[in-house]
């Protein structure tokens, strides 16, 4: 066997996961409460948190918000895709070190497409302040997929030749059935799960339209999930087809009702991409990577974060029009009748 | 079939894109040029060819504009199959995707891309020179796709003889059966579109070679602004310049906004 990095579990062991499962309230209760309620009680110090959507699409912005609020110590971060939510965490602390803090980010991309790069991933890895592992986007829906199915590890063909072999915690077997070279990757059990959704009933049964990304794997494989919808519906409408029901109740710890909850970035159904609060958001902090100043970065966050209770605060400064033309650009996407 | 006398950089590219992908054959896209090229070939010699999204989507028409995102809502609409990350992949683990385009911010004679960071490495991994977004599913489509089709813009810089970082493996060191002894699948690099040409890779060494030169350019001109030694092939041609139909095509009905392909004359 070729041994890479030596291996160590950065979220929960498969036991420890196990373990959390087994010891958790899995009833089918009322789980509604509000964001600062879910975060306060689901989000500490040293977590690895496992982040839902796909690049700037379904990302859970309004948690994400009220974690950079409460602040947070520590946290490893486990995604596939992702774009604003590392930014707004990633921002915080470079504005507020001493209230935001990531420690580790486990990845395939960090950037935002057609939108641009990411400066402060550039930031915080040029610089030294935080600890990474490269995946590929496979992989970490692989990785979160075999915390979900309880197992240790998942074989796949990626990676297998290249670099990514050499600085993760993969490691290469021979195949005990065919002989050939196959990839092991460690399970991905987060602490916690950060998922937005299109619709969920109060039990945290969920619908997700558009792209699965690996959010059911993540809520699955976490030991506790938060999730937000812009639709709160009865238990008899989401389990009117039950087959379309993505995540089940008990994986589910927190339900909040936070419609536009993740924009700027866009949500299948119900609006299109902000690409300009986007690239407004992510032109604070490109100077930054060349040693310019943090001050227009700070009066962002004191206004839209720091200097509001709530996320519908935030949502509440975009003009209305621009709202709802992201709305309309987002009902032209998915033509039906309401 | 009358030439256009202006078409830009990236219309060559879509035009070539499109001309190496075969009818009724899958396509691993991403966002970009590679989505455009695969629109412009269902809109010409391939109306059977099936695009696959990583974040999910089996074959949707498009039919409500070009997507800006690979998880974009307009690749879900109307497609046949739609899942998440993990249903994409598997299906390419599997060899249900023919083709897949991918590129990066550096490529090697073996047509090996790098879209992780630059700087020294091993040493300078974890503080690099440069940090780049990382692989996202481009390692995984080098891995399973069958075929893939590079598009890197054509820049000394770019071409190098060692990469920084390899994020997506080709046909790795070049050795016969290199890619079967890693363990992956696939036969590997197909094509290399540039802004200067069209490449294949050498059978016996696996080694980037010329094989169409755009107009404009001469093997001599593209070698001096490669980083590496190119091969040749035995009988290269220069490739024909886009039609005005095939500009109309992505100009009028592909991406008329502009999305992907710039409006900047040549």
Redesign the interface.
């Known amino acids: 066997m070729e041994t890479n990095a030596k291996m160590f579990w950065t979220g929960l062991s498969p036991d420890e996961a196990r373990e959390a499962l087994v010891n958790k309230d899995k009833s089918k209760k009322d789980k509604r409460m509000t964001l600062k309620e879910a975060v306060s009680r689901f989000v500490k110090p040293g977590d690895n948190v496992g982040i839902g959507g ?4 379904r990302q859970p912005v309004a948690i994400c918000h009220e974690m950079i609020r409460q602040g947070f110590k520590d946290l490893t971060l486990s995604f ?2 992702a774009g604003m939510a590392p930014e707004l965490l990633g921002g915080a602390m470079l504005v507020r070190p001493d209230h935001c803090s990531i420690k580790r980010i486990e ?5 935002h ?2 939108f641009g ?2 400066p402060t ?2 930031y915080l ?4 302040m935080i ?2 592992e ?6 970490m ?2 990785r979160f ?1 075999a915390g979900a199915m309880g197992l240790p590890f998942i074989p ?9 072999k ?2 993760s915690r993969t490691k ?1 077997i021979d ?1 005990p059935f065919t002989g ?4 092991l990757l460690p399970a991905s059990n987060p602490n916690v799960g950060l998922i937005h959704v299109q619709a969920a009933d109060m039990y945290g049964n969920c619908i997700i ?9 993540i809520a699955m494989a976490s030991a506790h999930t938060i999730v937000t919808c812009e639709q709160l519906v009865s238990h008899e409408l989401i389990t009117s087809n039950p087959k379309d029901v993505m995540i089940p109740f008990p994986a589910v710890d927190a339900v909040v009702h936070v419609p536009f909850g993740a924009y700027p970035g ?1 949500c ?2 119900h609006y ?2 902000n ?1 300009d609060a986007i690239r407004g958001f992510l032109a604070l902090i490109a100077p930054m990577v060349k040693g310019g100043s943090a001050d227009a970065l700070k009066a962002w966050y004191d206004e839209n974060i720091f200097g509001v209770e709530s996320f519908e605060d935030y949502i509440e400064k975009f003009p209305t029009k621009k709202l709802l033309a992201d709305q309309l650009a ?1 009902n ?4 039906r009748l309401a | 079939m009358t030439v256009s006398t202006d078409y830009t950089a990236q219309e060559i590219i879509v035009v070539a894109g499109a001309k190496i992908l075969e009818d009724n054959k899958i396509v691993f896209v991403g ?2 040029l590679p989505m455009v090229a695969s629109l412009l070939a269902i809109l010409t010699h391939a109306p059977g060819l099936i695009p696959v999204f ?4 089996v074959g949707p028409p498009l039919k ?1 504009g070009l997507p ?7 690749t ?2 109307g497609a046949s199959y ?6 994409a ?1 598997e299906l ?2 599997r060899g249900f995707a023919d083709f897949g385009f991918i590129g990066g911010a550096e490529v090697d004679m073996y047509g ?1 891309l790098n879209s ?2 630059m700087g020294d ?2 040493e300078s ?16 489509m ?3 796709c069958d075929r893939t089709i590079l598009i890197v813009p054509h820049d000394k810089k770019k071409f190098n003889e060692k990469l920084s ?5 080709g046909h ?1 060191d070049g050795t016969p059966g ?8 696939g036969k590997g690099p197909y094509r290399v579109i540039t802004t200067r040409g069209i490449f294949d890779f050498e059978e016996k060494t696996k080694r980037m070679r010329i094989l169409h030169t755009f107009p404009g350019e001469t093997v001599e001109s593209i070698q001096a602004n490669t980083g590496f030694e190119l091969l040749v092939a035995p009988d290269v041609t220069q490739f024909a310049p886009p039609t005005t139909e095939e500009v109309r095509l992505i100009r009028e009905v592909v991406d008329p906004n502009g ?1 992907f392909v710039k409006r900047v004359a040549k």
């Open positions: 796909f690049v700037d699409i596939q895709s990845l395939a991309y960090w950037a497409e057609a790069l990411s991933w550039r890895a040029e610089r030294g600890e990474f490269d995946w590929s986007n496979y992989n829906s692989a997929k796949t063909r990626s990676p297998l030749g290249g670099d990514i050499n600085t290469i195949c050939r070279p196959i990839a339209r558009g792209t699965d990304a690996t959010c059911a794997e866009a299948r159904r299109y991409f690409g987002e032209y996407n998915c033509e | 966002t970009g990583e974040a999910g989507a409500r800006i995102s690979v998880g974009d809502s307009k879900f609409t739609v899942k998440g990350l993990n249903g992949f390419t683990q090996n992780t960071m490495f091993p991994y974890s503080k690099p020179k440069v940090r780049l977004p990382g692989s996202g599913g481009a390692s995984d080098a891995a399973s970082y390899v994020t997506s493996p790795l290199a890619r079967q002894k890693a363990g992956m699948q999305a």
